[in-house]
């Protein structure tokens, strides 16, 4: 009979199909197709450990960062169990697990997180439904793989496997248990596994009474021995939604899940989320070497929610080179959903948001079918030039891309396809549809980011994408800074070069001398502009205007930074520069066509108002600079100077003022 219920479910869904207008969500999904046989495997019943002293439903699960995971099991004592692991061959460590009922009669969640863990190194571990050391089941492995945030690393990703949607909880365990084993055998250095969602068919929003139906749908999830020997992160799908959103979290263990964004409390259809799904879970991250993965509860409608929490999340990791989202409810899709309200309001809402975010890539689920979009940005999703191969394919590498790429997964077990829709999406670049299981392969370098999917069948390829970052701008090495242009460091060949950045607005001077590093508080002849000499400051800053240093005050063009030398006028004024060093003539008379001029820090004086009285500590002697005659010194005048109360002074034939007693042919 159970079998019998689970083949009416599938088959009310294919009844209740949708048109392809905007649609309301439907409690259960639309137009499936039904799934070709999918290639099985033989695989056992699920038991995991034939002396575990009812222990079952062991998974490892993604961990916070690269270093740690969160094991968790299924223990039939209140008390808890514990695990012991170790390096291979080694001496083991034993901890006690965090132990919480769980909503299975007689059943405990036990779960042990795992940190400090090493590159490189085979580790073994055990659990126990108890504290008793003979109850150890089987002892598992676990490698981990190289660490570091420059490291390259592989991952899989895999589409909604919905144990028992076919209506066979075994077949459906041997299709995803096949595509694990085929996706391994491709990679077989995988550093974690990532599942887009809808681990299990059995929807109960609206009923308790198929709880065992659930457990038996995660039993068959959980029996894929690969599950216990790699990181599994996941997604909250909407067949893990509803009532089985308490079980989801019984099952899996994952890490920084958010207490305020996408959680939605009381009933089904919360206050906080508008035709919400969910009932808690929310959305959670992690890192992984120089990536930052964030993953949504798209079951939670709050666009405000997810923003708030894309935001922070962000700004609390901000030195990684790749950003990617994940969520089930993919929203650039071929198949029925994509009309769907629910699907609408995240595509609306959430496009320009991960846009705006610098999003490199989003990962989903949810339609059985594969989908690659173009790269995708700003406020109504498309970017404004799509770029595609000469015969209008999709590319398969981009370089610094303007936007969002968007892949959505096909079923990895095979229990249930969706149809591609007959409307033409002008968003998508590469759609698949052979009813076979796909999985596919992520591999990340500080460079490239690449998905290729495959079909479990015979390993061939579906689609590939690769999004390349070449280095532009600046990246600090060892205390110093080099400027890259597409991936290329500048400034390394010849005399070095002269660079624009526009961030800060300012030009820089790379030192070929110094590999190409940013020179800083150094004066740098360049060619161009026919020769000139320019200065950079403490920054790396192509100085420009007056500059004043320990040496005196120097000039520099606004315009070309060249230092000024010899006799210029600047803004109006006369100025005198020394001719090999540049230095500002200071304190110091310069004589021009008979007559003597005062200059301070390079400018020549007296030349506003009436003039100006300065003081030459050479000749210990006061001087009047005479703005009629364009500030050169005045002889043989008496000037009536406002200072001291208003009052008469006279200048000798030298310019210098007279002080005592003075006779004249006056008197």
Request: proline content about 3%.
């Amino acid at each position: 009979m159970k079998n019998w219920n689970r083949l009416t479910a599938c088959a009310l869904a294919l009844i209740m199909s949708a048109g392809m207008t905007v649609t309301p969500a439907l409690a259960e999904e639309a137009t499936p197709e039904a799934a070709a046989p999918a290639e099985t495997v033989a695989v056992d019943a699920p038991t995991f450990y034939a002396n575990s002293h009812d222990v079952k439903a062991v998974v490892m699960n993604i961990g916070a960062a690269q270093d740690s995971v969160n094991v968790t099991w299924y223990g039939s004592t209140p008390t808890g169990g514990m695990l012991k692991y170790g390096v291979q061959g080694g001496e083991m460590t034993t901890l006690q697990a965090a132990v919480a009922p769980t909503s299975s009669e007689g059943w405990y969640k036990n779960t042990v997180t795992l940190t400090g863990l090493q590159s490189n190194t085979t580790y073994e571990y055990a659990v126990s439904a108890d504290k008793d050391e003979a109850h150890y089941g089987e002892t598992k492995t676990y490698t981990t793989q190289t660490f570091g945030k420059d490291e390259p690393y592989t991952f899989l990703v895999f589409g909604d496997p919905q144990i028992g949607c076919s209506g066979s909880i075994d077949d459906d365990n041997g299709g995803w248990t096949n595509t694990l084993n085929h996706a391994l055998a491709k990679a077989p250095n995988a550093n974690f596994l990532f599942s887009m969602g809808d681990q299990i068919n059995a929807y109960y929003k609206y009923d308790t009474s198929n709880l065992s139906q659930v457990e038996e749908e995660y039993d068959g999830f959980l029996n894929a021995p690969q599950l216990t020997q790699l990181p599994l992160a996941t997604e909250l799908g909407n067949h893990d939604c509803g009532y089985n959103t308490a079980l989801y979290g019984q099952h899996f263990t994952l890490p920084n899940i958010s207490e305020k964004y996408g959680q939605v409390s009381g009933d089904a259809y919360g206050d906080n989320a508008v035709d919400s799904e969910s009932t808690g879970d929310g959305d959670y991250y992690f890192t992984y070497n120089n990536t930052l993965y964030m993953v949504l509860n798209t079951s939670c409608l709050s666009i405000a929610e997810h923003k708030a929490f894309l935001e922070e999340t962000i700004q609390a990791n901000p030195d990684v080179t790749w950003k990617v989202v994940s969520f089930h409810k993919s929203i650039y899709s071929v198949a029925s959903h994509v009309t769907e309200s629910d699907i609408v309001t995240l595509r609306n809402g959430l496009s320009p948001i991960l846009s705006q975010l610098g999003i490199d890539i989003v990962l989903q689920g949810h339609d059985h079918v594969y989908a690659r979009s173009y790269i995708m940005g700003g406020e109504s999703g498309m970017t404004a030039d799509v770029q595609k191969n000469a015969d209008g394919s999709a590319l398969t590498e981009v370089t610094n891309p303007d936007g969002v790429q968007y892949i959505t997964m096909n079923s990895a077990s095979g229990s249930k396809f969706y149809k591609i829709t007959e409307e033409a999406f002008e968003y998508t670049a590469v759609q698949n549809q052979e009813k076979v299981p796909n999985y596919s392969v992520a591999n990340v370098t500080k460079d490239a980011f690449t998905v290729t999917t495959y079909r479990s069948t015979d390993d061939s390829v579906v689609d590939t994408i690769t999004i390349k970052k070449s280095k532009n701008g600046w990246e600090t090495v060892d205390g110093k800074d080099y400027w890259y242009e597409d991936g290329v460091k500048q400034g390394t060949e010849g005399r070095g070069k002269e660079i624009y950045d526009p961030e800060s607005d300012a030009w820089y001077w790379l030192d070929s001398d110094a590999n190409g590093a940013k020179a800083v508080s150094k004066d740098v002849y360049q060619e161009s502009d026919g020769g000139k000499w320019v200065r950079y400051d403490e920054n790396g800053k192509m100085i420009k205007g007056w500059n004043t240093n320990e040496k005196g005050t120097y000039y520099f063009d606004p315009i070309t930074g060249a230092m000024a030398k010899g006799d210029v006028e600047i803004d109006g004024v006369p100025c005198s520069f020394d001719e090999t060093t540049g230095i500002g003539l200071n304190l110091a008379w310069k004589q021009e066509n008979g007559k003597d001029y005062w200059y301070e820090n390079g400018q020549r004086q007296g030349l506003e108002g009436r003039g100006k009285e300065i003081y030459d500590p050479e000749s210990d002697g006061w001087y009047w600079l005479d703005s009629d005659a364009n500030g050169a010194k005045a002889v043989s005048k008496d000037v009536y100077q406002e200072s001291d109360g208003g009052k008469w002074v006279r200048y000798d034939a030298n310019g210098q003022m007279i002080k005592g007693w003075n006779t004249n042919e006056n008197g």
